[in-house]
């Protein structure tokens, strides 16, 4: 079962390269928050209470509800719709997902050695990878908090690969991470967003002193 | 007796100079079909008979030379002779123009050219020995040169063909030092039949890549390939069809040749040559894609032929390095069948491609439109060339591309990891190579023969000569025979794929395969036949009516400005293929209080980014720098003396603090 | 031979469930279900107008691609029934033998000297171009999970049972689907409900065809549906059931797909004509991570 999400986790990473709205982006980090729970869910090996707690509060309520939930905020405030043409056109993205999807499952199939599960590696490698690249290519900085939460999601994922047990430290100190990380770029989006009218990041290198 | 022949062609060549015009067409076409007659007996008897003919043919520097004839020369003797007869069957019309305009000599030259050409490139076939091959090649690509810049009075011509001469110079030196090479490392035969030896005992890839090279840069490699859409364009069209159809594929036969004493890490050899295949499809095939020049256009097709016969060598080698025999024998045949087929519909497509020219006197598309009207045969024949390279259904291009295809597909559960990526890519890039191939050849077909006139230039045109039309049968027959019975090639081919591989009797699995296809494209061609006949009893009692095409009820624009061009045609390909392909577009943008727009003009233009980086720019570096020590040229005779004089005394210093 | 006639006899039928489908979400009044016949039957009867500027080419097309659509329906097979033709890598003789009807049918379009068929005939030629390599990986995807290079044998072998081969099947049945829709030129590429010229794709290409010409194009547009649905079945149809059932299901699910085709039409808008080609380009996207699905599932790729 842990398959079919990794692979309709691959899948949500092809519809990132795909979409231009950054309604739809909220969306998929939502589908994405789903299906890190699936993951998690099937990988556990006996269901103890608290992890699954746990468990339960980081994918679904804060991956899936409330991170979402803040950035659709974000964007009314900012009245975003559409995002600007980004640096490499769509259909090239296509291929460069593609290309570190595969590069990724290779890369997987011969780390095997018994001290990782690889098989979570193959998609946290690609979602870490895609989320540097989602930021390199857009000019918004609402995409750029994307892109961060793409590569948290991977980061997530890559725990799991690593660890044998759920670090639960670890897992807490990313879940505050990103809990921070998210309030105060919106925060910080809707003050560039007021001030500048435009949330491109062009504007930004104005702020330099 | 074929030897004393061989030896009388070549003088009685000469003969050409002493005869008057009139004669001197069907002098060489005697003395051709005489070849063609020679290389008959030969590749007949080098199908028949199991052990490599040799004869010995002359000595050279006291060193006997013998002609070698196995089933992959006799392979390419049949290749290199199909398309040279055509080519001066053809010829006879193409050249109808000139004898008004050229002189004796430039004729003569022409003609014996044009047979020596066809003479080496047997001999470059059929010579091992490495002094006489250099010799033969060189003669190939001296000759070639010199037909290449007939139309002198062009001076772009004159330049294109200095160009051509260069790279093949450059390509000959690297040939020369791979023989000298294993010549020295082992003391073997001077030739290919030394290389063997060498490859044996040493790491076959460093020395495989300064033959790649060489080669390569005949066969048009990317990025070896930039002499080649310039050469093809400027030469005329009966040459441009042997360059496209034979000369190129010298340099694949040499590549061949090297890789039949090549029995060891193959591995990487093959890998390499599959991605520089791939690269070579999807490029060539792009950059046809923007041309206008339809002899441009096809030059780059070449380019990505070759790819498409790189891919079946590197699936090939690749086969014989990871043990999987289907891969190495189906690989192996389809590439080798897709050099004979490239030969015959690129012949094809120039040959028509020259008749359009002679008749409208423009190679651009862009002012053609309509000449299926003017020149029905013509445009049939170019069609089937079309849809041939296309590698479509009922023509040969689909049988040489189903081999390689086949031979993939059965492969994908017998390989590793690897090897199943390496077949992912070998085809999707195929797949994508003929979509790509079937985009280009729509535009080409309907632009310049559908539709309405685009210019003034169509109107006076008329339907090619006898002797071009003859040209187009003969090719067409073979592109049809191959097509639809291709069966009756796969003994022969058989044959050749043996010298690579030993399991080449697995070809006879396909037997039922290939018998299937000839079923169903036989049943394909009767319901055409049928569905014909029946509209044509339906339409009997119906009344048909004529008019013009339907504009949206608007019947005054000009049909002819308001068609889709070949730059709007290739426009969506262009927006996504623009890394590659590199088309500017230079126009003025309507400005906001410009109610009546006044008359603009709109320039696109595309460039090989690869010939740019990789060719022009150290080029015009080297050239740069040239160009600053030369104000040591002064011209004066003071100065170079003076120049002798600080040399002798530089000598002089440096000996004296003992430097030199 | 049997495959084939089924073919046949569910592709009359298929734009007319389509297009009640379609009728009953817009709370139209439905047509009736042989409508599409009845329409087809009256062109057959009447004469044709040919343009001025058209060539043998443009009387030619409609004929090679009509055959080619047919000969295309020789090879699919049935649950167990066999193709008519099959041989081994019958799939790339079918996909070449839809793309020389497609090249026909593109010169045909430019053959009538229109800008607006020009438009068409060029889109249509690219979008093919794009859609060919997600079908190729779909199908290497296959051949390397069944160990099979015919259609007949791909079909044969595929053993649905395990939760990854579930994953395959469904994935498969996605792409095919949408490769279905863009090669019959329907909605999300092309829509052809659509009123203007200029962004009609398939449609457009046709304008000029009339009587017994247009009337072979419909019909082939039917065929080509019901191939693409025979295909579809086959990765549900299992060789054990016994035929009955397996006829059952085969019916079954070309209605149940002309309806999905139908419900996608009346919700999903059309792309952009500039974003098709990102989007066509994204079936083959999901087509690799087929393939490294199966990669998975054949033990290739071994993951913890």
């Not at chain 2, 008057?20 to 007659?37: A, D, E, N, R, S």
Request: aromatic share 14%; with cysteine.
């Amino acid at each position: 079962m842990t398959y079919l999400f990794i692979i309709l986790y691959a899948i949500t990473l092809i519809y990132f390269a795909l979409s231009e709205r950054t309604k739809k982006f909220i969306w998929l980090l939502a589908i994405q928050g789903l299906i890190l729970f699936g993951v998690v869910f099937f990988s556990l090996n006996e269901i103890d209470i608290f992890d699954f707690i746990f468990i339960l509060l980081e994918t679904i309520i804060v991956k899936t509800m409330v991170v979402p939930w803040f950035l659709n905020k974000v964007r009314k405030h900012n009245q975003l719709k559409r995002e600007h043409e980004p640096y490499v056109p769509v259909f090239y993205s296509i291929i460069v997902v593609i290309l570190i999807l595969m590069v990724s499952f290779l890369l997987s199939s011969y780390l095997n050695n018994g001290n990782m599960h690889t098989q979570y590696f193959t998609v946290a490698f690609t979602s870490i990878i895609f989320g540097g690249y989602f930021i390199i290519i857009h000019k918004n900085i609402f995409s750029n908090v994307v892109g961060y939460l793409i590569i948290e999601n991977g980061i997530f994922l890559l725990s799991l690969a690593v660890g044998s047990v759920m670090p639960i430290m670890v897992n807490l100190a990313i879940l505050l991470d990103i809990f921070m990380a998210v309030l105060i770029l919106g925060l910080f989006i809707n003050r560039v967003g007021d001030t500048f009218k435009s949330l491109k990041t062009e504007y930004l290198s104005k702020l330099k002193d | 007796m074929i030897l004393f022949l061989l030896k009388a062609i070549m003088i009685l060549s000469l003969g050409l100079f002493l005869i008057p015009k009139k004669w001197m067409y069907f002098f060489t076409l005697g003395l051709q079909l005489i070849l063609v007659f020679i290389s008959s007996i030969l590749v007949f008897k080098a199908f028949n008979e199991l052990i490599v003919i040799k004869l010995h043919f002359l000595n050279l520097l006291n060193n006997p030379i013998y002609i070698e004839i196995d089933k992959l020369s006799a392979f390419f003797l049949i290749v290199i002779s199909f398309t040279c007869l055509t080519g001066i069957i053809y010829a006879k019309g193409y050249l109808q123009p000139y004898y008004k305009t050229k002189t004796n000599t430039e004729l003569a030259l022409h003609f014996f050219c044009f047979l020596w050409l066809h003479l080496s490139m047997l001999f470059v076939a059929m010579f091992r020995d490495a002094l006489a091959f250099l010799f033969v090649w060189e003669i190939m690509a001296l000759t070639a040169f010199l037909l290449v810049i007939f139309e002198t009075d062009k001076k772009e011509t004159i330049k294109i063909g200095i160009k051509y001469l260069i790279q093949m110079h450059i390509a000959v030196v690297f040939i020369m030092i791979g023989f000298i090479w294993a010549y020295a490392q082992t003391g073997a035969e001077f030739g290919f039949n030394g290389l063997s030896v060498y490859f044996a005992s040493h790491n076959p890839f460093p020395l495989f890549m300064i033959f790649f090279i060489g080669f390569g840069i005949k066969a048009g490699f990317i990025p070896l390939h930039s002499w080649l859409p310039h050469a093809h364009p400027a030469a005329p069209s009966h040459v441009s069809a042997v360059m496209s159809g034979v000369i190129i594929k010298m340099g694949i036969y040499g590549i061949l040749r090297v890789l039949t004493a090549i029995h060891h890490d193959l591995f990487y050899i093959g890998l390499f040559i599959l991605v520089i295949s791939l690269t070579n499809g999807l490029v060539g095939v792009s950059l046809a894609i923007v041309q206008h020049d339809i002899k441009k256009l096809l030059a780059y097709h070449s380019i990505e032929n070759i790819g498409i016969i790189g891919i079946g060598i590197g699936l090939g080698v690749l086969g014989l390095a990871l043990n999987i025999p289907t891969l190495a024998v189906l690989g192996f045949a389809g590439g080798i069948l897709h050099i004979f087929n490239h030969s015959l519909f690129k012949s094809l497509l120039f040959y028509t491609a020259g008749a359009v020219y002679t008749q409208t006197h423009t190679r651009n598309i862009e002012e053609l439109g309509g000449l299926i009207k003017k020149m029905p045969k013509t445009a049939l024949f170019f069609l089937i060339g079309a849809l041939a390279i296309c590698g479509l259904p009922i023509f040969n291009g689909f049988i040489s591309e189903f081999l390689i295809y086949s031979g993939m597909f059965r492969s994908l559960q017998s390989g590793s990891l690897q090897t199943d990526i390496i077949l992912l890519f070998g085809i999707s890039g195929l797949v994508i190579i003929g979509g790509l191939a079937i985009f280009c050849f729509t535009k080409v077909f309907s632009i310049a023969f559908l539709g309405t006139p685009r210019s003034n230039k169509v109107v006076q045109a008329k339907e090619a000569s006898h002797s071009m039309i003859l040209a187009f049968i003969l090719i067409s027959i073979a592109i049809l025979l191959i097509g639809l019975l291709p069966l009756a090639f796969m003994g022969p081919l058989s044959g050749i794929v043996n010298i690579f591989t030993a399991n080449s009797s697995l070809i006879q699995q396909l037997i039922p395969t290939l018998n299937t296809i000839s079923i169903s494209s036989g049943i394909f061609i009767a319901i055409i036949i049928v569905l014909w006949l029946l509209r044509a009893w339906q339409q009997k009692q119906q009344n048909i009516t004529l008019d013009t095409t339907w504009g949206c009820a608007y019947i005054g624009a000009n049909p002819a400005i308001h068609q889709y061009t070949a730059t709007s045609f290739a426009d969506n390909f262009v927006q996504i293929s623009n890394q590659i392909v590199n088309v500017k577009k230079t126009f003025k943008p309507f400005e906001s209080d410009e109610i009546f727009p006044k008359t603009r003009q709109f320039n696109t233009h595309s460039s090989d980014k690869i010939e740019n980086y990789l060719i022009m720019s150290p080029a015009n570096f080297v050239l740069q720098f040239f160009n600053k020590i030369a104000v040591f040229q002064t011209g004066k005779i003071q100065h170079y003396l003076l120049y002798a004089f600080v040399f002798i005394i530089m000598i002089f210093i440096l000996t004296l603090l003992n430097l030199i | 031979m049997l495959s084939l006639v089924l073919i046949l006899i569910t592709a009359p039928f298929f734009v007319g469930i389509i297009l009640k489908v379609k009728a009953k979400f817009a709370a139209r009044k439905m047509p009736s279900i042989l409508q599409p016949i009845y329409d087809v039957s009256r062109l057959f009867k009447k004469g044709a107008v040919y343009s001025t500027t058209t060539s043998i080419i443009f009387k030619i097309a409609p004929l090679v691609y009509f055959s080619s659509v047919v000969i295309a329906a020789f090879f699919i097979p049935i649950g167990s029934l066999k193709g008519v033709l099959s041989f081994n890598a019958d799939f790339v003789y079918f996909a070449y033998l839809l793309a020389f009807g497609k090249f026909m049918m593109i010169l045909a379009a430019m053959d009538t000297g229109s800008g607006f068929e020009g438009m068409g005939a060029n889109r249509e030629a690219l979008y093919s171009m794009l859609i060919e390599p997600a079908f190729f990986i779909l199908i290497v995807s296959l051949a390397l999970f069944t160990e099979n290079t015919s259609f007949y044998g791909l079909f044969k072998s595929l053993q649905i049972s395990t939760n990854l081969s579930y994953i395959l099947g469904l994935t498969a049945i996605y792409v095919l689907m949408y490769i279905a829709m863009i090669e019959n030129s329907r909605s999300p590429v092309d829509d052809p409900n659509t009123h203007l010229e200029l962004t009609m794709i398939h449609e457009v290409m046709v304008l000029d065809n009339s009587g017994f010409d247009l009337a072979l194009i419909h019909v082939a547009t039917w065929l080509k549906f019901s191939i693409y649905g025979a295909l579809i079945s086959n990765f549900i149809i299992q060789m054990e059931w016994p035929l009955y059932w397996q006829l059952g299901t085969y019916f079954l699910i070309q209605v149940a797909f002309a309806g999905v085709v139908g419900l996608l039409e009346s919700f999903r808008a059309r792309n952009k004509l500039g974003k098709n080609p990102q989007w066509i380009i994204m079936l083959s996207a999901i087509a690799i991570v087929l393939f490294l699905t199966t990669l998975i599932i054949t033990k290739k790729i071994i993951l913890y």
